[in-house]
């Protein structure tokens, strides 16, 4: 991407983490990023085209952030070090949490297919798993399906938390996470 384009992304991710995808327009993006709105749609044809980059350019980060906590732990401490690092992501920018993980968008991935390989940050909680498999830490199963079981329940935790469903403070709201992925571990072990 060049330095404009990488300025016109910026300037859209900026927007999108304080107020949300709504407030991502090509004219305020175009301002922010000091280029005129015709040369921000010359780098993205389309408000699509610049959120689809936004959003691959945002799961590329996730997954160079993640899995840091415990690197030389136990497969658990490290397990549970993704789930602080997703609940962080979740928590901290919640709009950029909706706009990746819950928003509809057309270039969004799909379950199964789009969800093997390396799939920031989807893949490091996949490879985990698997390794917990060969280790006998998990029983043998479909790590892809272990896996989504394990985002999916946190995920929607994390929904109803940010919809106010949750009367939790945020520690609190932690616990609640950790004890269901515990649970979870539980069934699969």
Do not use: N
């Not at 819950?102 to 996949?126: K, Q």
């Not at 269901?180 to 069934?187: A, L, S």
């Amino acid at each position: 991407m060049s330095t404009a384009a990488e300025r016109i992304a910026d300037a859209a991710r900026g927007i999108l983490v304080s107020e949300g995808v709504e407030a991502v327009t090509m004219r305020r993006v175009a301002g922010l990023a000091g280029v005129s709105p015709m040369a921000a749609y010359k780098h993205f044809p389309s408000r699509q085209a610049l959120l689809d980059a936004v959003a691959a350019r945002a799961f590329r980060g996730l997954g160079e952030d993640w899995g840091s906590r415990a690197p030389g732990g136990s497969w658990e401490e490290r397990a549970f070090g993704l789930l602080e690092d997703f609940l962080d992501f979740a928590l901290r920018q919640p709009h950029l949490y909706t706009f990746l993980m819950t928003d509809r968008r057309e270039r969004a991935r799909r379950f199964p297919e789009d969800f093997r390989g390396d799939v920031p940050p989807f893949g490091l909680l996949v490879a985990l798993v698997e390794e917990g498999m060969r280790e006998k830490v998990l029983r043998e199963d479909d790590p892809l399906e272990v896996t989504l079981a394990l985002t999916a329940s946190v995920q929607g935790l994390v929904q109803l938390h940010l919809g106010g469903r949750i009367g939790l403070e945020e520690d609190g709201f932690r616990e609640l996470c950790r004890r269901t992925v515990r649970r979870i571990f539980d069934g699969v072990r």
